[in-house]
Nanobody
Framework: HVQLVESGGGSVQAGGSLRLSCAAS????????MAWFRQAPGRERERVAA????????YYADFVKGRFTISQDNAKNTLYLQMNSLKSDDTGMYYC?????????????????????WGPGTQVTVS
């Protein structure tokens, strides 16, 4: 059973930086997709960035391109999201998600419903 736990959220001023971490455990295979989603109050959960195992493929939403970087440390089973030049619009709960079966190098799951595993989330507030 895959378990995900996020950390690293907090409050920061606009223009600042944060690095989110997602500790993963319980994978049954070596191929998987992972992603960061966020959800602001009153808004739908949206995909921020995604990665196919071993950096074969990455995805960034247009609203974070050039500011956020997704990365992973396989030795530590940890996913990261480096967030720079933060804006007030980046405020929200950030979730780590993972999917093993519906995952290919040519296709990173898009919708939240396509991911089987989720962490509890970490709050990011930009003022």
């Amino acid at each position: 059973h895959v378990q995900l736990v996020e950390s690293g959220g907090g409050s920061v001023q606009a223009g600042g930086s944060l690095r989110l971490s997602c500790a993963a455990s319980g994978y049954t295979g070596s191929v998987y997709c992972m992603a960061w989603f966020r959800q602001a109050p009153g808004r739908e959960r949206e995909r921020v960035a995604a990665i196919y195992s071993y950096y074969v493929t990455t995805y960034y939403a247009d609203f974070v391109k050039g500011r956020f970087t997704i990365s992973q440390d396989n030795a530590k089973n940890t996913l990261y999201l480096q967030m720079n030049s933060l804006k007030s619009d980046d405020t929200g709960m950030y979730y780590c998600a993972a999917e093993e079966e519906n995952c290919r190098s040519s296709y990173l799951p898009v919708a939240s419903e396509e991911y089987s595993y989720w962490g509890p989330g970490t709050q990011v507030t930009v003022s």
